[in-house]
């Protein structure tokens, strides 16, 4: 410990260099952190969805809807515990600038199936019982200023005309990949006002044991193979999954290419971290002639290379981890549950251990080996 | 002022840190011209899809061709329009189409989804979207169950080969020909005939109605003269504008990531330059001082180490050039969020990408010199000379 204040010593003499070091640190370990999170959360997201629920489609395609009628067939199947449907609706809001998901939903099926939209009980009732009524993420809240009661318009783009629905709840998911800036409606409405068509988007069907759903999955298929529209049923996770896939090698893209970022600042800082060194030269010569030994010296150089890779390391890691909750980032709808994972932070670590090992050995050996005599005779 | 010569030969004599710092502003300025390049080419392939000459009818508030809805009638309307132009045997040359997403290969159970869009076209189609070329087999038949596929699709997609057959919406489909369109978002679709494909997916409806306009430059009154008619309900968009419009989502989302991960980056390579330069300069003292003593002005010392620092930024960035050219071509492909449909696009690496590329590596050696070029212009010569 009695070294710490030459270490320190060390660091203080060009402050300015020392700064500039552990903020690239900071940045470079900063956006590695945020590029991973882009691939983890996605990958986060495509885990998501209970085993326990399967999701029918239209096999044809996913704009295709299915008839309502196939909900009473599919409920009586063996093993089958619950069963809602919803409809994409796909509305806009306002000048249309600003993209928010919203669907039909049966209302009291919908929120027993998925326990993951909590909201208050009196919101819940209000909201079964009004039929023109819509419950909306807490984030669609605070984008839009919304108040509870208030009637909000979208304009079909699907189906045409201006909808008003009033907002009789705001739900807070429980699971990130729920989404927090979804709004919700009544089917029963949505129905009625496209003229009775008699049709969902897709079912939602809950079943009572896991193991089962391949069987059940293929029991529906089989149901309605040889009608007018055959279905396709997953489990919610593959649903899930489909659309994380959506992005193609985008998202690969960009991580790799931002990795080739993080290796780029790393090298440039680690270029600094020894250039400074190399000029101490003179120095060490005069702390080895007093009596410090090879080994000392070495773990000396290595404390302060160390010092400023972790301190970087830390405010980059942390700060990425502490930014993101604060502004309450989704990729604008895109990366629902955004978060910076455990093993993000670990990873970061040991790239900040790296660079300490990759700048200071160099200098850190060349210090524990420099000949006296020489190193002296150099400096003056 | 101080030759330049004299920058140059201080670089080349130490090696190993101008190129580590060269290296980091050349990543940097690849990875700006690389992410450009993406938002780019796939801003570029919507660009091409849609043409000047060419209206597109769809109905009035549908935001995607996949949203509207127009019925047979409208199609009748708009064919009769006077602003419609008519090819050489006095017919107008009107495509009305059908345009639906399929999954396509390996459906959504497995790792791999593509949204597929299906355009059926009426035979007038080939014309109106002059940028369409069949580049092997015959068109399809008019009442047969047969299509033609885009040539990015073939690469990418079992069963697609000519004389392959495809099965979707319940049918075999046999493909007779493959077909590219000019780099642009049609190579992802697959067409066929519109009368073949109402029944087997949304029954008697129309998505869009496409026509040729006799004059290009009439557009705003046949836009206005349709919209106007009491018969039906529909938007009249220039296609041009239209496909364009269908990029923007996406490629502004590519753009401000683009930005944001780029500006981090410079920071942090400015912070890189401006560690070089200082140590360059602490070790350069006694040079310093000896220039000054020969009565070179601190502002010419100055000019000279921002020079310096420059010419190290622009060996990076001819780097990252470097680096960022051999991406220009790849394709890769994504979901077009706007509208659902997967799109194949290259990386398209222009000449003002590279030219920005280097001016943003030259302002990156600026800034990160300027400071450590102000200390070596404030040297004390007696002091940098002992």
Known sequence: MKYLRLVLANLGRHKLRTVLTILSVALALFLFASLRSVTTTLAASAQFGGARRLVTLNATGLVFPLPLAYGNRIKTLPGVTGLSWA?????????????????????????????????????KQTFI??????????????????KLGQNVTLQGTIFQGDWTFTIRGVYTPTDPAIGDDVLIFHHEYFDERIGRAGIAGWYIVEIADPSRAPAIAKSIDDMFRNSSSPTKTGTEREFQASFATMWGNVSFLMSTIGLAVVFAILLVTANAMMMSARERTGEIAVLKTIGFSDRLLFALVMVEAGAMALTGAALGLGGAKLLYPAINFNGAGFLPGFTVATSTLIIGALVAVGLMLASGLIPALRAARLPVVQALRQVE | MIPIIYNVRSVVRRPVSTALTALGVGLVVAVFIGMLALANG????????????????LRKGADSELSSGLGRDVASIVAADPHVATAADGRPLVSPEVYVLIPLGKVFDTTQVANVVVRGVSDRAWEVRSNVKVTEGQRPTSGRAEVCVGKRLVQRFPHTGIGQTL????????????????????????????EQFMPVFRGDVFQSISFRLKD???FQEAQRSLQADKRMTVDVHRESDFYAQQSQLLSRILGILAFMITSIM????VFGAINTMYAAIASRAPEIGVLLTLGFRPSSVLLSFLAESAFIAVIGGILGC????????????????????????????????????????VVMGIVGGFFPALRAARLQVVQALR
Do not use: M
């Open chain 1, 129 to 146: 019982q009004d039929r023109t009524g819509a419950i909306i993420g807490k984030r669609l809240l605070s984008r839009y200023g919304w």
């Open chain 2, 42 to 57: 796939f801003r570029a392939a919507l660009a091409k899809t849609g043409n000047d000459a060419n209206a597109l009818v």
């Open chain 2, 266 to 269: 410079a920071v942090g390579a």
């Open chain 2, 216 to 218: 290009p430059a009439a």
């Open chain 2, 322 to 361: 470097l680096f960022a050219l051999p991406l220009n071509g790849i394709v890769t492909s994504t979901t077009n969020w706007s509208s659902f449909s997967e799109i194949a696009f290259s990386f398209r690496v222009t000449p003002l990408l590279l030219f920005s590329g280097l001016a943003f590596a």
């Open chain 2, 167 to 194: 099965r979707f919406a319940g049918r075999d489909w046999t493909v007779t020909c493959h077909f590219t369109a000019a780099g642009s978002a049609f190579e992802s679709e697959i067409w066929g005939e519109n």
């Open chain 1, 87 to 123: 409809n994409w609706f796909g509305g806009k809001y306002g000048d249309g600038k600003t993209f928010f998901a919203n669907f039909a939903v049966d209302p009291e099926s919908y929120l027993a199936i998925y326990p993951e939209i909590v909201l208050p009980a009196d919101q």
